[in-house]
Nanobody, 114 residues
Framework: VQLQASGGGLVQPGGSLRLSCVASVNFFSSYDMGWYRQAPGKQRELVAAVTSGGTANYADSVKGRFTISRDNARKMVYLQMNSLETEDTAVYYC?????????WGQGTEVTVSS
């Protein structure tokens, strides 16, 4: 398994979760990485990305609420999600920011519901 995400769960609106992803790949530190999500009936979308140097970018829908970070020594990528909304309900995945993508992992499910 190249990518393994964890940390999802059921949370009430306004709550927080921290997702983690471990990448069992060589050259991780040189990859720009991203967090993607796929909501039921929708296409997978990129919500946050971090460059190899640590510069972060966010989709407008999560800007100000989500924070992406990485630990190159541990080959980990994190997504801190605050002020969660019901629209954030989805399966979350990590992968490279651009092609060639790594093999997708199973993702971690986030459900925001009261």
């Amino acid at each position: 398994v190249q990518l393994q995400a964890s940390g999802g769960g059921l949370v009430q609106p306004g709550g927080s979760l921290r997702l983690s992803c471990v990448a069992s790949v060589n050259f991780f530190s040189s990859y720009d990485m991203g967090w993607y999500r796929q909501a039921p009936g929708k296409q997978r979308e990129l919500v946050a990305a971090v460059t190899s140097g640590g510069t972060a970018n966010y989709a407008d829908s999560v800007k100000g609420r989500f924070t992406i970070s990485r630990d190159n020594a541990r080959k980990m990528v994190y997504l801190q999600m605050n002020s969660l909304e019901t629209e954030d309900t989805a399966v979350y995945y990590c992968n490279r920011r651009a092609e060639p993508l790594l093999i997708w992992g199973q993702g971690t499910e986030v459900t925001v519901s009261s």
